[in-house]
Nanobody, 115 residues
């Protein structure tokens, strides 16, 4: 069973920053493409960013230039640095690990951007 443990959500003001982290096992970290998705109330879950095990990244257009996904190889952790936050970034953020047909999710962490 793939375990993904998220941390770092919370409340931020518009223009502020938050950092999300997702810890997993060394085998998952080395073999899977890791990513972050989000789901706002009443909306479908959407891609935020992904990173492969050779550090290739993909970002949603809405977060390009503001969010950065990265891998911490020493801690088997994937981080999402979120800067210049906007109210429309408010959502539950989910960590994801994907390899072929295998697709696993974390429990989600709430991010709220509000003044």
């Amino acid at each position: 069973q793939v375990q993904l443990v998220e941390s770092g959500g919370g409340l931020a003001q518009p223009g502020g920053s938050l950092r999300l982290s997702c810890a997993t096992s060394v085998n998952i970290f080395r073999l899977y493409t890791m990513g972050w998705y989000r789901q706002a109330p009443g909306k479908q879950r959407e891609l935020v960013a992904t990173i492969t095990n050779d550090d290739s990244t993909i970002y949603a257009d809405s977060v390009k230039g503001r969010f950065t996904i990265s891998r911490d190889n020493a801690k088997n952790t994937v981080n999402l640095q979120m800067n210049t936050l906007r109210p429309e970034d408010t959502a539950v953020y989910y960590c994801n690990a994907q390899r072929g047909p295998q697709n696993r999710w974390g429990q989600g962490t709430q991010v709220t951007v509000s003044s």
